[in-house]
């Protein structure tokens, strides 16, 4: 049986750092699920049958993920006849739940698994959950579609009409390796290791003071049921993105917590303007370095066209080898590298309400859509202060992830009500 193998690609190599780490230390990033309702009963043959189908135009669902004798990972591509996935069957959505997000073996199996629940009566749900090192989430958003398209003709005794599928990870990898990827890695190094003595001065501001990272995080939310007429409104007048407003409201809230007149973040990016990816399932996201100059922190207006130009720059730069960029930072001697923190991030999702729950306590219908925030403690890792924008058609939520060797709640609380004001202008 012949298998083909190759190293990691770039966008892999998070994962698999992700993956060599204890379980409890994971992101909980690194397994993504997906359910779907069948439009009738099927059986196991039928499942099997449509994995068959998109496992065979797609190489990463059935490729296992193993260090070599160099003692350095590589992937290898089995062929679609091995089948080496799970597919249990449920009674309990908990139980399904449960099972599609735990941890996976990847070493030798593929990084793939299939739950199926059956309901009340003919009702029958579809689980499906993928390793991060085999597809990102837009990569996972194509193997959905294609699998749910394979079950529904299948129901119907018709053959699926997919378009050819894009770029696989073994010729990803080759590009990667040409000449012509390897420029454009060191155009993106180049770009990152410029800000370097920047990065290492905020990281500095950001642990002052702290040794080592604890084992909690603080989690501080603020939604708004006025913000999402108010982000249409700045989208208007700036004719920039909903990204680029949430930026903006993050920056200048961050700039003037650092007493800063620029701040330096991570924003992931999807990577799908690369040639030939557009349906790629594989990993490409990956973080890109975007500097906000703040002018004023009190004044959106101003931060919005800087937050446009810091998005569009990170994402020119936002593909490269994590491996060798960090070889070139520890070289040039940012101290800041060396700390118990990671750059503050910053991620804007633009969300449908009915897949999110709010939080407990509030209420959209409160008059004058006064925010709602609240502030928790949660035992998990984190080392830096990660921000996620949710918009949604009728509300946006702000919330930080921060170490609790970071940042107390009240200041965690403090900067996600206050990036909520300066979006909805009354900071």
């Not at 989430?137 to 699926?160: M, S």
């Not at 007048?237 to 700039?255: I, Q």
């Not at 990956?286 to 703040?294: C, F, H, M, T």
């Not at 996600?416 to 900071?427: E, R």
């Amino acid at each position: 049986m012949h298998l083909e193998s190759a190293p990691l690609s770039w966008g892999q190599q998070w994962g698999w750092q992700q993956q060599e780490f204890p379980p409890e230390r994971r992101s909980p990033g690194l397994i993504l699920t997906q359910g779907l309702e069948l439009p009738e009963a099927v059986d196991e043959a039928t499942i099997r049958a449509a994995v068959r189908t998109v496992a065979t135009r797609h190489t990463a669902v059935r490729t296992t993920f193993a260090t070599g004798g160099d003692s350095q990972p590589r992937q290898t591509v089995w062929p679609v006849e091995s089948e080496a996935y799970p597919l249990e069957l449920f009674d309990d959505g908990d139980d399904a739940h449960r099972w599609l997000s735990a941890a996976m073996d990847v070493r030798s199996a593929w990084p793939l698994r299939v739950a199926l629940l059956r309901g009340g009566g003919e009702r029958t749900l579809l689980g499906i959950a993928a390793h991060h090192l085999a597809t990102d989430r837009y990569g996972f958003d194509v193997l959905y579609e294609e699998l749910r398209a394979a079950l529904h003709g299948a129901a119907r005794g018709a053959t699926p009409d997919l378009p050819p599928p894009s770029r696989q990870p073994l010729d990803i990898v080759a590009f990667e390796r040409s000449p012509a990827g390897a420029a454009l890695n060191e155009r993106a190094i180049a770009y990152w290791t410029s800000h370097n003595d920047e990065l290492g001065d905020e990281l500095s501001l950001l642990g002052a003071g702290f040794d080592a990272p604890s084992g909690a995080m603080h989690v501080a939310r603020v939604f708004s049921s006025d913000a999402p007429k108010r982000v249409a409104e700045l989208v208007a007048a700036t004719r920039a993105s909903e990204p680029a407003v949430a930026v903006a409201a993050v920056a200048g809230t961050l700039a003037g917590y650092l007493d800063r007149s620029s701040v330096l973040m991570f924003m992931m990016s999807a990577n799908r303007h690369i040639p030939d990816v557009k349906r790629s399932v594989c990993t490409l996201a990956q973080a890109g370095l975007i500097r906000v100059d703040v002018p004023d922190p009190r004044r959106l207006d101003s931060l919005i066209p800087e937050a446009n130009r810091g998005r569009l720059t990170a994402l020119r730069h936002s593909y490269y080898d994590q491996e060798a960029l960090t070889a070139r930072q520890r070289a040039t001697g940012g101290a800041g590298h060396q700390l118990p923190v990671t750059p503050p991030s910053v991620n804007v999702v633009r969300i449908d309400e009915s897949a999110s729950e709010p939080p407990a306590g509030w209420d959209p219908t409160v008059a004058g859509g006064a925010p709602f925030a609240s502030v928790e403690r949660v035992d998990r890792p984190c080392t830096g202060l990660n921000f996620h924008v949710l918009v949604a058609d009728s509300f946006v939520s702000i919330e930080l992830r921060a170490g609790t060797h970071l940042l107390p709640a009240a200041e965690c609380e403090a900067l996600v009500t206050g990036a909520m004001a300066l979006l909805l202008g009354s900071a």
